[in-house]
């Protein structure tokens, strides 16, 4: 029997779940769930709509979530429409995610100062106090994806970000699968959507075919906890079906929008493509496509005295546009905006590979939409990576692919001359 097919449910709550089980919630059954981790102890987070767009924000109720918002995105474009059919979920990611939960743009790391006999003491920083037990509701199966990418980075690593670490491990997860992605998206590309595979505590699925309800599947065994909190009814196979037909018309939108096959080593290969320099003639090396970025995780950490004479260390998001990112004994490595496009593009999907046995992107397009000149980093790529393009062969004969140094940067060399 397919697990889903028919699970046993009790109106007014108290069914017992495990992970792998599923029920039918009617959207009242949303407000027992934010209520039910309201009662367990968790900050919840989930979309909202504030100027003008669906970004993460506090949710208390299902009156916060993005009731009959549909967006229109395209590279450079991002609009909101209101509509009047009451769906939650219609709509696909916004420039927000949920990284800054987890990863503050700005964390004050630590405080140092004297204590009366002139001993240094070390105290904890503003926001590492934050409450770790946080709810992500309504996060999209990509932002799943990008924290398991995260996690690679920030936990499976030699010294784990502790604020991180403690804020992933007490984090309750509750997923809404994508039945309207953008034409930016292509998670189907990088394997992050449209539906929740794996990692997720709760999984819903919107289903607006007559009666307006949800599917929800169970990932753990805390998911199995709250669920058993909020009132169900046992899932038909005409509700599988319906949700099946959700993800296979998201699936079936973003197919081929995307061809990622072979992209790590072609990329690696064409390091001195006349692409770079072509895009670097629009890219204005603003960061925004790092900013929205679910997945970019560099920083910069300043130390700072106040005027008690106590110092404050503080890690702020840094990106790899910004010039001085790359500064290294005397100047910056890639001084071009051709150099540093090429180290986000080809970090993302060809060297993260290298680093961390993962692609770097999930295919969420927030960067397309949120680029201000409207650059999107797919065709980037593929004209890169075209079996037309004139670098790609005589590169990959190459038994290395050459890298930039420092010592390629000749003394006053102009921008946009060379792509060091
Ligand atoms: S690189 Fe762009 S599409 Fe990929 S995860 Fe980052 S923002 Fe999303
Ligand atoms: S690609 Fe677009 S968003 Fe990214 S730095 Fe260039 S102009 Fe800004």
Partial sequence: MHREEVVEGSPGGGARFAPGDAALVAPEGLDEMLAALARLGYETSGPTVRGGAVVPGPVASIEDLPAGWHDEQS???YRLEH????????????????????????HELWQARRDGEGRVEFVAGRGSSRSKKRAFFGARPCELAALSVLDRVLVDCATPDPFYEGVRRGAVLVVAECGAPASTCFCTSMGGGPEAVAGFDLALTELTDGDHRFLVRVGSALGAEVLTLVTTRPVTAADVAAREAVTERARSAMDGRFDAAGLAELLAGNIEHPRWQEVSERCLACGNCTLVCPTCF????????DLSGTVHRTRSWASCFDRDHSYLHGGPVRVSVASRYRQWLTHKLSSWWDQFGTSGCVGCGRCITWCPVGIDMRAEAAAVCS??????????????????TGADVPAGAEEKEALP
């Fill in 298 to 305: 560099c920083s910069d950490v300043r130390d700072t005295t």
């Fill in 75 to 77: 590279p450079g474009r």
């Fill in 387 to 404: 079996p037309a393009s004139p670098a790609r062969h005589d590169r990959l004969a190459q038994p290395e692919p050459r890298r930039p």
């Fill in 83 to 106: 509509g009047e059919d009451g769906s939650l979920f219609s709509w696909a990611v916004g420039p927000g995610s949920f990284k800054p939960e987890l990863f503050p743009p700005v």
